[in-house]
């Protein structure tokens, strides 16, 4: 009878680079964004309005940081890269579309539009891993971006933040409500199709 070797389930763990521990650390505060609105949803607290944004600009920060120590070490892989992907759609695609959610967007057509922003952003994201070393130079750096990255949408979190601030969240959201049809629509949410229409969109973007 031979004994398990326990570092066997470790040996994923052991092949992290640096910089993926940062890319980690993205997608907990991704989650934790969603926790806080969920907490929000729950008490009607705002200041669990204020958390979920300040973790969505903290997924930011270990996003920009992953990017720079890669290089830094000159340590990239495959898996980071789909790592970076996953982490980036929690903390910049679900993420603030809850936020949106939690703010007072629940109408039939505004989750419509948070469904369709979730959607582009996955698809941008896919679209850049299998274009990635299409798009490269010779160093191995990536010289664009072919529609806007989906980080953009913390625009979109600095937005629910102000509301938040100035009280305008549910019944008191920016612009109202309209009824089409027996269901709700807040045109605020519009802009959440007008960022994820951005990320599908073929426009260039130098990458710094």
């Not at 629509?185 to 519009?190: D, E, G, K, R, Y």
Request: hydrophobic share 50%; net charge neutral; proline share 3%.
């Amino acid at each position: 009878m031979t004994t398990p070797k326990l570092t066997k389930p470790f040996a994923m763990i052991r092949e992290f680079h640096l910089a993926d521990w940062f890319t980690l650390a993205n997608a907990v505060c991704g989650v934790g964004a969603l926790f806080s609105t969920m907490t929000y949803l729950q008490t009607g607290n705002v200041l669990h309005v204020y958390f979920a944004c300040a973790l969505v600009f903290a997924a930011l920060v270990f996003d920009i940081l992953d990017g720079r120590i890669a290089r830094w070490r000159q340590k990239t892989s495959a898996m980071g890269r789909e790592l970076d992907s996953l982490a980036d759609i929690i903390s910049f695609g679900v993420a603030p579309a809850a936020i949106a959610y939690g703010c007072g967007m629940q109408g039939l057509y505004d989750r419509i539009v948070l469904g369709y922003f979730v959607a582009c952003g996955v698809s941008r994201l896919a679209r850049y891993n299998v274009t990635a070393e299409a798009l490269s130079d010779e160093a191995g750096k990536v010289k664009y971006f072919e529609g806007t990255p989906i980080p953009t949408s913390m625009l979109l979190v600095m937005l629910m933040f102000a509301a938040a601030l100035q009280g305008a969240l549910g019944e008191s959201l920016w612009f109202g409500q309209i009824e089409l049809g027996g269901f709700t629509l807040h045109p605020l949410v519009l802009m959440f199709a007008v960022s994820g229409s951005l990320m599908v969109s073929r426009i260039r973007i130098p990458k710094l």
